[in-house]
């Protein structure tokens, strides 16, 4: 099951009006991960995830938050400068 699938999956669950997969939507969940040292972003508009391009050196890891923080502010520009978001962090203890 592809990404786009499983998202209209679980929003069918809920008690919200299911939207169509073209109407344009805003305001939704986003999720920033790292995979094998590389930054995706998990969007259910889109069905696939999207890998962001972050510039390491060879041996370096990917630090997450930075990376995050450099594709977040991209997005903003992007929109014009709304920030009409929240952010959560989930992570392991050190």
């Known amino acids: 099951m592809d990404m786009a699938t499983a ?12 939207i169509d997969r073209e109407e344009h939507v ?8 790292s ?5 995706y972003e998990l969007d259910g508009r889109h069905p ?4 962001h391009s972050v510039n390491l050196q060879q041996g370096q890891a990917l630090d997450l938050l930075r990376s995050t923080k450099d594709v977040i502010l991209k997005l903003i520009e992007n929109a014009g400068g709304d920030i009409r978001f929240s952010m959560m962090a989930l992570a392991k203890t050190a």
Not at 7 to 18: L, M, Q
Not at 26 to 33: G, W
């Open 7 to 18: 998202n209209d999956t679980i929003a069918e669950e809920g008690e919200s009006r299911v």
């Open 26 to 33: 805003n305001l939704h969940f986003v999720c920033f991960v």
């Open 35 to 39: 995979v094998n040292n590389e930054l």
């Open 48 to 51: 696939h995830p999207i890998k």
